[in-house]
Every structure is written in structure tokens, then in C-alpha cells.
């Protein structure tokens, strides 16, 4: 892009570190009308000037302005800024030569921020494009650095390509350094590889690194090697030193080598090295891994015998002992002892000790002090377990209180997010002890730090979640409840207990909706649910007066396999009925006689005549019939008296020929009131079909509605059906003193 110039200069002041400079002007003017400034003032202005430019000793004087290193400029700038060339370009304008000392300081600081990565990309920069020569230094401050973060192909790269290029030779720490950090990768093979160049390097090996060697192989267990290496470094006329055989005796106790171990103390003597309390220290807990805590304990005794001044680690390994091996009351005495001496109580002796306290009742004091010295001492066990042990042990104790305040102190440790588990115990407790209340602010205090729905967080036990729940349905408090359990539902818990809790809290509560959607998930989930549940939905639908809801309810309940009660069927049939919903009505009264309920029939009489008198004849005769199936004979009689006397005429009529089909017992004086409706109505054609049904049946009727009938048909021009019916009351009159007289038809 094209330079922008002005067209004309500015003058503006240049700052200048020292306030007191005069200013002056960016550029100066080319032109030459401008009048020149006067060489000499006036001298009656000096005085003043000089008055005014010395400084008064009252007023604040400003500090010096700290000059930054340049080396802590740079790395500002690669920390915050990607590597791209503009930012090389930025550097070198700050710096057109890098020298050593700068760049060793740019190294040094990115290594001790954690960016070793950094480090080498400003070291590549350096020595390709910044016309840097790295010397020894340089490479003894990064491969250190790129080890400790791991990156070990770059730092045997540096070793064995970069430093021959620059002709610059490799030292036993840097090498020491690298094969280290192979150990600590878990990576011996490369550790030794490197060991063993290191003569073809011109590296002469010294007892740095064969400490370095012998930890790395240790570490993985390879102890016969390990012996192997140091014999070679005795043939070498290496002399091992304190760190050689305390590195050794550390090994070999965690391969629990315990005699290589002991042989290894003795040499160490024998050669001349003074042990020193790492030494005896490695003893210890090689003792103490081994499980032989008499001898560790005898180690522990010799050290005040020779003259070694047992420390915090001592102490902390002997209390680790004594835990693991169930001796809580030694490991206690210890403890004391490290307070009265006067030592430093560290997270790794409240993690020695507190495992024996926290699962001990009768120590559950003893726990909550420790507790609250971790506190005072703003000490974070690394073991966040200890609590929930502590609270789980404190409220199977009856100690409620205790618990609580162990789990408020847990809340204040740097880095310890509470176990949710934690909060489950403590509910638990407390409600078992009648102290649901005081559940409730804990269920609060979980909640709102939305532990349960971090993706990593334990699933609650049922004993701990179902009480407060069932408290908190029991107590109004139903949607609460629900919010708290559907946190459990997306971590997988379908509970049973729970899921009916929640349906009777909501349908105590009179919300029904919320009973049906909990119903809806236990079906999608395939939770078994109970009849109550469902008795309770029920009811609270018809407390609402929404009796198809009710309806739709109680066909949930039988859905899941659960048989009503007649007094449930009853309930609903008749706020349907009440409501004017009678065939929904119908379909209740059907599903209760398909399930055998035979009670109720009362109530299934006034759905069979509601349906007749509201022309659902087809419906109302299959109904009837149905209850005839299932052993529920409906009283007919009554029934087509009820239709006549409502002027439902052909209602009856239908009833009454579906009677006479079937042949039930429906007495002759019914049909002779339904047949005198229908004369009444001029339905002449169905009273002669039922008539000569009811003569075919041997049944007796009113001769005189009998020739009134005939009359009319006559009348009506249909004499066919005159003289049949003629022909059938003769032939019936001649066969009458042989059958006798029959009152009654299927009598």
C-alpha cells in the first residue's frame, strides 16, 4: 500500500522520559516566512521562570518509570501474539542482533511460565533468521525445559542433531536431565539407549547419571537390570554416593526387593556413605509397602539412635502404616507426637491419617479435629473421599449435627467440589432422624450448585433421594420434588418408589396434568407403576369435575394391568353419566363387565335406558346383551316400561323382538304393554310382527288387542297379514286346552 503524506508538517512534541526536558517539534518547518524564536528572553522574565521551573519541596515528586527488560518484552509479545512473520518482523525491529543473554533470558522465561514449546520456537527463530550462534548454555537451559513438558523428540533431537551441527558437545546434566524425564514417561528402553551414547558422545558418565539411569529403570520395576547397571558402575570405578543408594533402596522397595534393599543399606555403610534421613526414609517405606511394619518400626526407633533427625516424611509413612495395617491408635500417638515436636503438619499426613478416622465411629471426634486443623491450616486433602467417609461415618453415629458441620467445613477447602454422594448420605441421615427440614436446605444447597448435572458426577443412592422426596410430595412441595428428580432422570434413574411419590404428591395437590405426564414417562420408561397411583389420578380428575379425563385415566389403569375397584368404575360411569356423557358411559360400563366386575348395576341400568332414549338402540342391545354373556341379566321388564312410559315406542319395540329371540324371560304383560304402545301409535305392521312372534312362542296376550289389531290391519289395506294372524290365534286357541294356559314366555 502507497505511503500517505500530508500535505502539510505537524508539530507535535515528542515525549521524552525525563518530565522535565523541553518539548520539541517532530519536524521542522521548510518555511522561511515563519519568524525565527528570540535567542535571549527578556530579562526581567528569568527570575520568574526559574521560580516557576524549580521544584517546591512540598510537592509529590513521581517515581522513576521501571525500564522493562527487553528479553521480558519479547516474550509479552510471542505469549500473547501467534507466530506468524509479522510477529518475527516485530522482534527484530526491537532487536535487530540477538545476542546470548537475550535469548537465554526469552528461554528461561517461557520455561518457567510452562511454555517450553514457546522456548523452542523463539530458539529455531533465533539461531535461523537472527544470526544467533547457540553455545552449551543455551542448549543446557532447553532440553531441560523441553523435558520437564514432555517433549522428548524434540529434546533428543537438540542432543543428537543440533548440537553436532553448531560443533558444540553435550553435558552429563543435560543428558541426565533427558534420561529422567524418559523415566518419568515411563519409557526405560530410550533411557537406556541414551545412557549408553553417551561415551560416543564424549560424555564421561559420573554418579549424575547413573542416579538418573537407575531411577528411570526402577520406576518401571526392572530390578535386575538395575543391579546390572550398578555393578557396572562399581566396575567403573564410579563411586556411588548418598543419592545413588538411596535411589536404589527406594527402587527395590517398590519392587519389594526387601532383602536387595537391606544388603543395599548394609554396602552403603560398608562403603563409607553416612545414611541421612532419605535414606532412612526409603527404608521406611519399603518396610512399610512391604507390609512388616515391626521392622519399619525398628528403622523408625534407630533413627533417633543415630543421631537422625526423623521429619514430616518419617512421620507421615509410619502413620500410613499403621493405618493400612488397622493399628489406628499407634498412628494417633504419632500424630501427637508430630505436634508436640514442633513439625509440619502437611496434606500428606492428614492423607495418611484421616482413613482411620474417618471409618471408626467411636474416632469420629477425633476426625471432625482433624478436619478442622486442615481447615485452620488451609490444608486440601488430596483424597476428597475423606469427607464423605467422615459425614457417612458421623451419621450412621447419630451425630447429625457433626456431619453438617464437617460438610460445611468440606465447602471451604481450595479445589474440592462435594461429592454429590455427600449431600445423599447427609439427606438420608437427616431424615431418618426426623430432621427433614434441615434435608431440605441441603437439597437446596445441592441444587443450586447444579452439581448433579455435571456429566461426571455419581448417581445417588435410592435410600438417599427417595425420603426427602416422599417428605417433600407429603408436604406440598411436590413440584420441587419433581425439578430434584428429573435431574436424577437424565443420569439414568428410574425409580419406582419415586415415580409414585411424585403422582401422589400432584394429585394431592389437585394436578392431575402433572400426574398423567409422570404416568407418560414411567410408560415410555417401562417403570412398573402401582394401582394407587392410578386411583389417586382417578380421583383427582373427578374432583376437578373432568370426567373424560377421569375416563382416560382409568383406562391407563387397566392398560398397565391393573384391575379397578367397583367403586372406582362406579365413580367414574356416574360423573360421566351426570356430565351427559353416556355412551362414553357405555364404554366404561362395557369394560368393567368385560373385566368381571358385576356390581354396579344400577348404575348400568340407567346407562342401558339413557342409551335407548337416546336412539342408540344398536348400542344399547349390544350392551345387553353383553351382560346377559357375562351372567348380568338386566331387568327387561322394567326397562321397557320405562320405554313405553317415555314414548319411546320402537325403542321398546327393538328391545322386545331381541327379547323374544333370545327367548328371555320377560313377562307377557311387558309385551302386552308394548304391544298396546303400538296400537296406541299406529304402528300396525311391527305389533303384528311382534304378535306373531309372541303366538309362535306359545305366549298369551289380550284377545282383545288381538281383534283391535286385526281391525286394523284390515283397515290399512294389509289383509294378508289380517288373515295370518287370523289363522294363528285359531290354531293357538285349538292347541290351548292340550298345553295349558302359559303366563309367562320361557316359563
Same mark, same amino acid.
Request: charged share 25%; glycine share 6%.
Given at each position: 500500500?502507497?505511503?500517505?503524506?500530508?500535505?502539510?508538517?505537524?508539530?507535535?512534541?515528542?515525549?521524552?522520559?525525563?518530565?522535565?526536558?523541553?518539548?520539541?517539534?517532530?519536524?521542522?518547518?521548510?518555511?522561511?516566512?515563519?519568524?525565527?524564536?528570540?535567542?535571549?528572553?527578556?530579562?526581567?522574565?528569568?527570575?520568574?521562570?526559574?521560580?516557576?521551573?524549580?521544584?517546591?519541596?512540598?510537592?509529590?515528586?513521581?517515581?522513576?518509570?521501571?525500564?522493562?527488560?527487553?528479553?521480558?518484552?519479547?516474550?509479552?509479545?510471542?505469549?500473547?501474539?501467534?507466530?506468524?512473520?509479522?510477529?518475527?518482523?516485530?522482534?527484530?525491529?526491537?532487536?535487530?542482533?540477538?545476542?546470548?543473554?537475550?535469548?537465554?533470558?526469552?528461554?528461561?522465561?517461557?520455561?518457567?511460565?510452562?511454555?517450553?514449546?514457546?522456548?523452542?520456537?523463539?530458539?529455531?527463530?533465533?539461531?535461523?533468521?537472527?544470526?544467533?550462534?547457540?553455545?552449551?548454555?543455551?542448549?543446557?537451559?532447553?532440553?531441560?525445559?523441553?523435558?520437564?513438558?514432555?517433549?522428548?523428540?524434540?529434546?533428543?533431537?537438540?542432543?543428537?542433531?543440533? *548440537?553436532?551441527?553448531?560443533? &558444540?558437545? @553435550? /553435558?552429563?546434566? +543435560?543428558?541426565? =536431565? !533427558?534420561?529422567? #524425564?524418559?523415566? %518419568? $514417561?515411563?519409557?526405560?528402553?530410550?533411557?537406556?539407549?541414551?545412557?549408553?551414547?553417551?561415551?560416543?558422545?564424549?560424555?564421561?558418565?559420573?554418579?549424575?547419571?547413573?542416579?538418573?539411569?537407575?531411577?528411570?529403570?526402577?520406576?518401571?520395576?526392572?530390578?535386575?537390570?538395575?543391579?546390572?547397571?550398578?555393578?557396572?558402575?562399581?566396575?567403573?570405578?564410579?563411586?556411588?554416593?548418598?543419592?545413588?543408594?538411596?535411589?536404589?533402596?527406594?527402587?527395590?522397595?517398590?519392587?519389594?526387593?526387601?532383602?536387595?534393599?537391606?544388603?543395599?543399606?548394609?554396602? *552403603?555403610?560398608?562403603?563409607? &556413605?553416612? @545414611? /541421612?534421613?532419605? +535414606?532412612?526414609? =526409603? !527404608?521406611?517405606? #519399603?518396610?512399610? %509397602? $512391604?507390609?512388616?511394619?515391626?521392622?519399619?518400626?525398628?528403622?523408625?526407633?534407630?533413627?533417633?539412635?543415630?543421631?537422625?533427625?526423623?521429619?514430616?516424611?518419617?512421620?507421615?509413612?509410619?502413620?500410613?502404616?499403621?493405618?493400612?495395617?488397622?493399628?489406628?491408635?499407634?498412628?494417633?500417638?504419632?500424630?501427637?507426637?508430630?505436634?508436640?515436636?514442633?513439625?509440619?503438619?502437611?496434606?500428606?499426613?492428614?492423607?495418611?491419617?484421616?482413613?482411620?478416622?474417618?471409618?471408626?465411629?467411636?474416632?469420629?471426634?477425633?476426625?471432625?479435629?482433624?478436619?478442622?486443623?486442615?481447615?485452620?491450616?488451609?490444608?486440601?486433602?488430596?483424597?476428597?473421599?475423606?469427607? !464423605?467417609?467422615?459425614?457417612?461415618?458421623?451419621?450412621?453415629?447419630?451425630?447429625?449435627?457433626?456431619?453438617?458441620?464437617?460438610?460445611?467445613?468440606?465447602?471451604?477447602?481450595?479445589?474440592?467440589?462435594?461429592?454429590?454422594?455427600?449431600?445423599?448420605?447427609?439427606?438420608?441421615?437427616?431424615?431418618?432422624?426426623?430432621?427433614?427440614?434441615?434435608?431440605?436446605?441441603?437439597?437446596?444447597?445441592?441444587?443450586?450448585?447444579?452439581?448433579?448435572?455435571?456429566?461426571?458426577?455419581?448417581?445417588?443412592?435410592?435410600?438417599?433421594?427417595?425420603?426427602?422426596?416422599?417428605?417433600?410430595?407429603?408436604?406440598?412441595?411436590?413440584?420441587?420434588?419433581?425439578?430434584?428428580?428429573?435431574?436424577?432422570?437424565?443420569?439414568?434413574?428410574?425409580?419406582?418408589?419415586?415415580?409414585?411419590?411424585?403422582?401422589?404428591?400432584?394429585?394431592?395437590?389437585?394436578?392431575?396434568?402433572?400426574?398423567?405426564?409422570?404416568?407418560?414417562?414411567?410408560?415410555?420408561?417401562?417403570?412398573?407403576?402401582?394401582?394407587?397411583?392410578?386411583?389417586?389420578?382417578?380421583?383427582?380428575?373427578?374432583?376437578?369435575?373432568?370426567?373424560?379425563?377421569?375416563?382416560?385415566?382409568?383406562?391407563?389403569?387397566?392398560?398397565?394391568?391393573?384391575?379397578?375397584?367397583?367403586?372406582?368404575?362406579?365413580?367414574?360411569?356416574?360423573?360421566?353419566?351426570?356430565?351427559?356423557?353416556?355412551?362414553?358411559?357405555?364404554?366404561?360400563?362395557?369394560?368393567?363387565?368385560?373385566?368381571?366386575?358385576?356390581?354396579?348395576?344400577?348404575?348400568?341400568?340407567?346407562?342401558?335406558?339413557?342409551?335407548?332414549?337416546?336412539?342408540?338402540?344398536?348400542?344399547?342391545?349390544?350392551?345387553?346383551?353383553?351382560?346377559?354373556?357375562?351372567?348380568?341379566?338386566?331387568?327387561?321388564?322394567?326397562?321397557?316400561?320405562?320405554?313405553?312410559?317415555?314414548?319411546?315406542?320402537?325403542?321398546?319395540?327393538?328391545?322386545?323382538?331381541?327379547?323374544?329371540?333370545?327367548?328371555?324371560?320377560?313377562?307377557?304383560?311387558?309385551?302386552?304393554?308394548?304391544?298396546?304402545?303400538?296400537?296406541?301409535?299406529?304402528?300396525?305392521?311391527?305389533?303384528?310382527?311382534?304378535?306373531?312372534?309372541?303366538?309362535?312362542?306359545?305366549?298369551?296376550?289380550?284377545?282383545?288387542?288381538?281383534?283391535?289389531?286385526?281391525?286394523?290391519?284390515?283397515?290399512?289395506?294389509?289383509?294378508?297379514?289380517?288373515?295370518?294372524?287370523?289363522?294363528?290365534?285359531?290354531?293357538?286357541?285349538?292347541?290351548?286346552?292340550?298345553?295349558?294356559?302359559?303366563?309367562?314366555?320361557?316359563?
Amino acid at each position: 500500500m502507497a505511503r500517505r503524506h500530508l500535505a502539510y508538517p505537524l508539530h507535535l512534541p515528542l515525549l521524552s522520559r525525563n518530565p522535565g526536558a523541553p518539548t520539541r517539534t517532530l519536524c521542522a518547518s521548510s518555511s522561511t516566512h515563519e519568524a525565527p524564536a528570540p535567542a535571549v528572553e527578556a530579562p526581567a522574565e528569568k527570575p520568574a521562570e526559574a521560580e516557576a521551573a524549580a521544584p517546591s519541596p512540598s510537592a509529590p515528586t513521581n517515581p522513576p518509570r521501571r525500564e522493562e527488560p527487553l528479553h521480558e518484552t519479547i516474550l509479552h509479545m510471542i505469549r500473547r501474539r501467534p507466530w506468524t512473520t509479522r510477529l518475527e518482523n516485530s522482534v527484530r525491529l526491537l532487536s535487530p542482533t540477538l545476542d546470548a543473554p537475550l535469548v537465554h533470558g526469552v528461554i528461561s522465561g517461557a520455561a518457567s511460565a510452562g511454555r517450553a514449546d514457546l522456548a523452542l520456537q523463539f530458539f529455531r527463530f533465533a539461531y535461523r533468521r537472527g544470526g544467533f550462534r547457540p553455545e552449551g548454555g543455551t542448549f543446557a537451559l532447553l532440553v531441560p525445559a523441553l523435558a520437564s513438558r514432555r517433549m522428548l523428540n524434540h529434546a533428543r533431537c537438540l542432543v543428537l542433531d543440533t *548440537m553436532p551441527s553448531f560443533s &558444540v558437545a @553435550p /553435558d552429563e546434566p +543435560t543428558l541426565a =536431565a !533427558l534420561i529422567a #524425564a524418559y523415566g %518419568r $514417561a515411563a519409557i526405560p528402553q530410550e533411557a537406556v539407549k541414551l545412557f549408553r551414547m553417551m561415551p560416543d558422545l564424549g560424555v564421561p558418565r559420573t554418579a549424575l547419571s547413573y542416579n538418573a539411569v537407575l531411577k528411570a529403570i526402577l520406576c518401571r520395576g526392572r530390578e535386575a537390570m538395575a543391579r546390572r547397571i550398578y555393578n557396572a558402575m562399581i566396575a567403573d570405578g564410579v563411586a556411588p554416593d548418598v543419592s545413588t543408594y538411596n535411589t536404589l533402596i527406594w527402587g527395590f522397595g517398590l519392587c519389594k526387593k526387601m532383602e536387595t534393599a537391606v544388603r543395599v543399606f548394609g554396602d *552403603m555403610k560398608g562403603h563409607g &556413605v553416612t @545414611p /541421612d534421613v532419605t +535414606t532412612y526414609n =526409603a !527404608l521406611l517405606n #519399603a518396610w512399610v %509397602r $512391604a507390609g512388616d511394619l515391626e521392622s519399619a518400626r525398628k528403622v523408625f526407633d534407630e533413627m533417633a539412635g543415630e543421631g537422625i533427625q526423623r521429619n514430616s516424611v518419617s512421620y507421615n509413612v509410619m502413620i500410613k502404616g499403621y493405618v493400612e495395617g488397622d493399628r489406628v491408635d499407634e498412628a494417633v500417638a504419632l500424630f501427637a507426637e508430630m505436634g508436640e515436636k514442633g513439625l509440619r503438619l502437611s496434606e500428606k499426613t492428614f492423607a495418611a491419617l484421616m482413613p482411620g478416622l474417618c471409618d471408626d465411629q467411636g474416632r469420629a471426634a477425633e476426625a471432625r479435629k482433624a478436619v478442622y486443623d486442615m481447615a485452620e491450616r488451609r490444608l486440601t486433602p488430596k483424597d476428597k473421599s475423606v469427607f !464423605l467417609r467422615l459425614v457417612t461415618t458421623l451419621c450412621k453415629a447419630g451425630d447429625l449435627d457433626g456431619a453438617l458441620e464437617v460438610h460445611r467445613k468440606s465447602g471451604q477447602f481450595k479445589h474440592v467440589l462435594v461429592d454429590p454422594r455427600q449431600y445423599g448420605v447427609l439427606m438420608e441421615g437427616l431424615c431418618a432422624g426426623g430432621k427433614s427440614e434441615m434435608a431440605i436446605e441441603v437439597l437446596d444447597e445441592l441444587m443450586e450448585k447444579g452439581t448433579l448435572l455435571s456429566p461426571k458426577s455419581p448417581v445417588l443412592e435410592a435410600s438417599a433421594y427417595n425420603p426427602v422426596i416422599e417428605y417433600l410430595c407429603s408436604n406440598g412441595s411436590t413440584a420441587k420434588a419433581e425439578t430434584f428428580f428429573r435431574q436424577l432422570m437424565k443420569k439414568g434413574v428410574d425409580d419406582k418408589a419415586a415415580f409414585n411419590s411424585l403422582i401422589r404428591g400432584h394429585a394431592k395437590e389437585g394436578v392431575p396434568e402433572a400426574t398423567q405426564e409422570i404416568l407418560a414417562i414411567m410408560t415410555r420408561r417401562e417403570v412398573p407403576t402401582d394401582p394407587e397411583s392410578h386411583v389417586l389420578l382417578v380421583d383427582s380428575f373427578l374432583k376437578k369435575n373432568e370426567p373424560a379425563d377421569a375416563k382416560t385415566a382409568l383406562d391407563s389403569m387397566m392398560q398397565h394391568g391393573h384391575l379397578p375397584s367397583p367403586a372406582l368404575f362406579k365413580s367414574v360411569m356416574e360423573a360421566l353419566f351426570n356430565d351427559g356423557r353416556v355412551q362414553t358411559a357405555s364404554r366404561v360400563m362395557k369394560s368393567m363387565i368385560e373385566k368381571g366386575v358385576t356390581e354396579n348395576m344400577d348404575v348400568a341400568h340407567k346407562i342401558l335406558e339413557a342409551l335407548f332414549m337416546r336412539g342408540h338402540v344398536e348400542e344399547a342391545i349390544g350392551r345387553v346383551n353383553l351382560m346377559v354373556e357375562n351372567g348380568c341379566m338386566p331387568d327387561l321388564d322394567k326397562l321397557l316400561v320405562g320405554l313405553c312410559d317415555n314414548d319411546r315406542v320402537m325403542e321398546a319395540q327393538k328391545l322386545a323382538d331381541f327379547a323374544l329371540d333370545r327367548d328371555f324371560d320377560v313377562s307377557f304383560s311387558t309385551y302386552d304393554r308394548v304391544l298396546e304402545a303400538l296400537y296406541a301409535e299406529e304402528k300396525t305392521l311391527p305389533a303384528y310382527s311382534m304378535l306373531c312372534k309372541i303366538k309362535n312362542k306359545g305366549g298369551v296376550v289380550s284377545q282383545k288387542g288381538c281383534d283391535d289389531l286385526m281391525e286394523s290391519l284390515k283397515s290399512e289395506g294389509y289383509s294378508k297379514q289380517a288373515d295370518i294372524l287370523s289363522r294363528i290365534l285359531a290354531e293357538n286357541a285349538q292347541s290351548m286346552p292340550k298345553r295349558g294356559k302359559r303366563v309367562a314366555m320361557g316359563a
